[in-house]
């Protein structure tokens, strides 16, 4: 997975980490206790308002089973612009990333594991699929070998504000009130939830069941590669045409397996168009085009537009297709950090679904291209969307 030359969202800093016992939803339903409780317990009770929220989202995703979350653990980063998130880590699995100022929910999984477990300290967050602890000089993502050094600092300054005004424009200033401690009365909002279903393409459980993504390690990741070999996948099986050659799709108990191979020989057909671990949206497309030429699928349609809209991927994913979603495309002209070689990076991620969200608008369900990360709802800032038909 590559955090290709894009805009990085937001950078933050993990300054304290607060242990919390589980939480009931109904304990979430009184009014004006708020000036006797902590920070800590007020958003213990935000986090638990949305608990109930993510228990159905399972249910619709996953028909016949169930799931019972709660809150284990509170961790609060400070951002280098100022802003502050905080982490819930939930049990058996899960985690939710709320941004305190705003009072909005950023990011939620009821099946991933929290991108912070097992640590404790020096921790980062640069926005969806952006989480880094601190070794030394260095910022090392927690899921794959990504890295910045503090040479990069200034010039994620600069840009560590775009996530947080896009959130500042849509702010439930009662939810942010109440956690600030500005008001006692706990947010009439998130008393009365309404539980929006997602629209998603008829195969989603090809995503939400894969087993196997295949993800690689190759330099400082190679995300676009990632996303390009589960669309081909995706392709190849609801198709029934051979989109995928060499043994490199297989099922395991009717769950989608992608050899790593995929990947990497997707990413030398980039080498080879000049392209390196990070690509755009445009640049994906090639490649992908590149290699439906190579093995004679000619009759395929590409879709891609960069810097992109959410209303270009909602109809491509209101007919039925998935979209690989690119985050923002940085303006070097922008950064003027002491080296001049700031290079900010985000993930592609593969979006199967959205849900319309009160305040934020449309949110996203993706796989976010790691073993493991089947179902996760974001926002975030878009620079550009790539699909086939």
Not at 19 to 34: D, T, Y
Not at 244 to 252: A, C, I, K, R
């Amino acid at each position: 997975m590559k955090f290709f030359n894009l805009r990085l969202i937001a950078v933050l800093a993990l300054s304290t980490i607060l242990l919390v016992g589980s939480v009931g939803s109904a304990f979430a339903q009184e009014q004006g206790r708020g000036s006797n409780f902590s920070r800590t317990q007020r958003l213990n009770e935000v986090f638990s308002a949305k608990v109930p929220e993510m228990e159905f989202d399972f249910e619709q995703l996953h028909p016949g089973e169930s799931i019972s979350l709660s809150v284990v653990a509170i961790k609060t980063l400070q951002g280098f612009s100022g802003s502050t998130y905080t982490l819930a880590e939930l049990a058996p699995s899960g985690y939710i990333i709320l941004h305190d100022e705003s009072g909005l929910f950023v990011e939620h999984s009821a099946r991933s594991p929290s991108p912070y477990a097992g640590l404790d300290a020096g921790l980062y967050y640069a926005g969806p699929t952006g989480y880094y602890y601190k070794d030394g000089l260095e910022y090392r993502h927690t899921v794959i070998t990504e890295v910045f050094t503090q040479a990069d600092e200034a010039g994620l300054a600069v840009v560590a504000d775009e996530l947080y005004q896009s959130l500042m424009q849509n702010a439930d200033v009662d939810v942010a009130d109440y956690i600030s401690g500005k008001t006692a009365t706990y947010p009439a909002g998130l008393r009365t939830i309404t539980y929006s279903t997602y629209t998603r393409i008829n195969s989603y459980p090809f995503f939400t069941q894969m087993s196997k993504c295949g993800q690689v390690s190759i330099g400082n990741g190679v995300c676009g590669y990632i996303a390009a070999a589960m669309l081909l996948a995706w392709k190849h099986d609801v198709s029934g045409d051979l989109y995928y050659t060499l043994g490199w799709l297989t099922y395991d108990n009717g769950r989608a397996e992608i050899d790593n191979a995929f990947t990497s020989f997707l990413y030398s057909i980039g080498v080879g168009l000049g392209y390196g671990t990070g690509t755009t949206a445009s640049q994906i497309k090639n490649v992908v085009e590149s290699y439906l030429q190579a093995v004679g699928r000619n009759n395929v349609t590409h879709h891609m537009s960069q810097p992109g809209t959410n209303g270009g991927i909602v109809g491509h994913l209101n007919s039925d297709r998935p979209v690989l979603w690119f985050g923002a495309i940085i303006n070097y002209d922008q950064i003027n950090n002491s080296n001049g070689k700031f290079d900010p990076m985000l993930h592609a991620v593969t979006v199967y679904g959205h849900k319309s969200v009160a305040l934020i608008g449309t949110s996203y369900l993706a796989h976010f291209g790691w073993d493991g990360w089947n179902e996760v709802t974001f926002n975030g800032v878009l620079g550009g969307y790539y699909t086939i038909s």
